[in-house]
Nanobody
Framework: QVQLVESGGGLVQPGGSLRLSCAAS????????MAWYRQGPGEERELVAS???????NYADFVEGRFTIARDNGQKMLYLQMNSLKPEDTAVYYC????????????????WGQGTQVTVSS
């Protein structure tokens, strides 16, 4: 079984910063593409940023250069540095990863973390 555990959420004032972390553990041979999603109150879950195994990154338009996604392949970690936070960034942030559990057939399964709450408010 594979687990993704997020941490680093919390309450921050507008203009502040937070760093989210996601730790992958369990039966893992390799981790493929990883991503952060978010879901605001009454809204659908949306992609925030993604990163490939080789470090190719993609950001949603609303990020506007404020967030940075990074990964540590050796530690099986995913990060999201969020700066210049706005009230509209308030949401539950979810880690997502494609995981290959064994060295056999190269089949990846998609996993979600439980989410971490980010609240931006004065």
């Amino acid at each position: 079984q594979v687990q993704l555990v997020e941490s680093g959420g919390g309450l921050v004032q507008p203009g502040g910063s937070l760093r989210l972390s996601c730790a992958a553990s369990g039966t893992i041979f390799s981790v493929g593409a990883m991503a952060w999603y978010r879901q605001g109150p009454g809204e659908e879950r949306e992609l925030v940023a993604s990163i490939s195994t080789g470090g190719l990154v993609n950001y949603a338009d609303f990020v506007e250069g404020r967030f940075t996604i990074a990964r540590d392949n050796g530690q099986k970690m995913l990060y999201l540095q969020m700066n210049s936070l706005k009230p509209e960034d308030t949401a539950v942030y979810y880690c997502n990863a494609n995981v290959r559990p064994s060295p056999g057939p190269p089949k990846y399964r998609n996993y979600w973390g439980q989410g971490t709450q980010v609240t931006v408010s004065s």
